[in-house]
């Protein structure tokens, strides 16, 4: 089990941008952080989402 946003989730051994893909989230313009740290876009592929990791998925939005 993983928690995204708060939710519960199925544990699949994947990567954060194949999770990304199974939620169906665009990754333009969010921001992903794995047990409270960001994780770069660039080593989203490599960087794997562990059992009982905690992700937070956040969406960049224009306005002030």
Do not use: C, K, Q, Y
């Not at 893909?21 to 989402?49: F, H, K, M, Y």
């Amino acid at each position: 089990m993983i928690h995204v946003n708060g939710r519960d989730d199925d544990f699949l051994d994947e990567s954060v941008d194949a999770l990304l893909t199974r939620l169906g989230i665009e990754p333009r313009g969010i921001a992903v952080a794995l047990d409270g740290e960001i994780v770069r876009r660039s080593v989203w592929s490599s960087t794997i989402v562990l059992d009982e990791s905690s992700v937070e998925i956040v969406t960049a939005a224009a306005g002030g």
